[in-house]
Every structure is written in structure tokens, then in C-alpha cells.
């Protein structure tokens, strides 16, 4: 069974402040996908990234970095110069083969408090 | 703009009615999904639909059945709901690839008295 850790239940940080959303995961699938989301308080979760198991490249998106590396099975996510605005749940999932079909397992989430 | 809606953001039931609850997304995605979020637990998996008329369990799918007459619809029905099903109930689609993100609807909070 695969399986995604967000070991951080809750942070708090100071706006201006970088800070990192660890997510850890399980696969026995040599081809899978890494994706991160963002759930603010209106409750609408939003698609960040996605990363397949072939590509570690470094990604970044103007304040937001995503570092995946494949020999600690980790794919962890880097706001830096945080604002207030990134205040809410983050969610680690990885696509699982399911009956054939594609689902996604999910973390149970990192909720990020960014206070002025 | 991929668009997922859910019929309603607020809902609260008594013990034993039946509740439908209605996802319709307009990006003509072949997989639809239906979640629960609950503090603590994330998002967990109850039923998905790969095509219409076809369904699969999820990891949570007891006290829960769900429909897909058409494409671009996804219900799921509490044939007699429960006050342990006072829940976030999140919709989502995606094209049928892996690779695929999920677009996740509002969510409708579910209150069971």
C-alpha cells in the first residue's frame, strides 16, 4: 500500500520568514506522481505541482521551491519570504494505481499560520 | 478555468434522512471523485467514478452509495444518514491519466443532527 507522511501537523511562522512543508512517501511503483495542494480557509483545495518519478529537478515558482529526491523518498516544499496570504492546509498526495484507475492518496495535511 | 461545483456549502440533516449530494464539473473529465475531510485525518477516499455508470469503493465507502448518469455529474447518496457522517464533503475530477491533477469543487459541510 503506498502511503504519504506530512510529519508537521501545524506551523507558525512570522511573515517574512522561509519555511519548509516536509512530505515523505512510500511506493513500490518505479513510475508515480507527486502532487502538492493548497487548501485556504474558504475550503477549496487549489493543484501547486505535480512531479513524476523520472524528473528530480529542482522546481521553482516565483516564492514557492519543491526539492525531490528519489533516494530519501521526500518531496518537500519551500516557501520563502512567506506572507500572510499563504496562510492555510498544504497537502502532499501521490497518484496510486487503483483497480486499474489512477487515485491519489493524500497526507493529512500541514497547516501553515503566517502571522503579521 | 476548470469549474467544479458542488450543490450546496452548508447542509444540515436528521439522523435517517437521505442526502444527496451533487457534483457537477464542465471539463469533460472522464474520473470523478468523492471525499470526506476530517480534522486530523486529511482527505479520504470514498467512491470514484471512471466512466458513466461506473463506480469504485474508495478506502471509506460504507453508510455511502453514489450515481453517474451522466458524465459531467458525480452524486453520492447517505441512504440513511448518520451523525459519524457530519463531515467535509469534497468533489473532485481529473482526466483519466495518472499524471493528471484532481480540480476539487468548494466542498459541502454536512452537518447530521
Known amino acids: 500500500a503506498q502511503k504519504v507522511t506530512q510529519a508537521q501537523t501545524e506551523i507558525s511562522v512570522v511573515e517574512k520568514e522561509d519555511v519548509t512543508l516536509d512530505c515523505v512517501y512510500e511506493?513500490?511503483?518505479?513510475?508515480?506522481?507527486l502532487f502538492w495542494y493548497k487548501q485556504p480557509p474558504s475550503g477549496e483545495l487549489v493543484f501547486l505541482i505535480r512531479?513524476?518519478?523520472?524528473?528530480?529537478q529542482n522546481e521553482i515558482s516565483g516564492r514557492y521551491s519543491w526539492n525531490f529526491q528519489k533516494s530519501t523518498s521526500s518531496f518537500n516544499f519551500t516557501i520563502t519570504a512567506s506572507q500572510v496570504v499563504d496562510s492555510a492546509v498544504y497537502f502532499c498526495?501521490?497518484?496510486?494505481?487503483?483497480?486499474?484507475?489512477?487515485?491519489?492518496?493524500f497526507g493529512k495535511g500541514t497547516m501553515l499560520l503566517v502571522s503579521p | 478555468d476548470v469549474k467544479v461545483t458542488q450543490s450546496s456549502r452548508y447542509l444540515v440533516k436528521r439522523t435517517g434522512e437521505k442526502v444527496f449530494l451533487e457534483c457537477v464539473q464542465d471539463m469533460d473529465h472522464e474520473n470523478m471523485f468523492w471525499y470526506r475531510q476530517d480534522p486530523g485525518l486529511g482527505l479520504r477516499l470514498i467512491y470514484f467514478?471512471?466512466?458513466?455508470?461506473?463506480?469504485e469503493k474508495g478506502d471509506i465507502p460504507e453508510g455511502y452509495s453514489v450515481s453517474r448518469e451522466k458524465k459531467e455529474r458525480f452524486s453520492l447518496i447517505l441512504e440513511s444518514a448518520s451523525t459519524n457522517q457530519t463531515s467535509m464533503y469534497l468533489c473532485?475530477?481529473?482526466?483519466?491519466?495518472?499524471?493528471?491533477?484532481?480540480?476539487f469543487g468548494p466542498g459541502t459541510r454536512l452537518t447530521v443532527t
Open positions: 467514478s471512471y466512466d458513466v455508470k461506473m463506480k
Open positions: 473532485a475530477s481529473s482526466f483519466g491519466q495518472p499524471s493528471y491533477e484532481q480540480y
Open positions: 512531479r513524476n518519478s523520472f524528473d528530480e
Open positions: 511506493t513500490r511503483d518505479t513510475t508515480y506522481y
Open positions: 498526495a501521490l497518484s496510486e494505481a487503483r483497480s486499474g484507475y489512477s487515485t491519489l492518496t
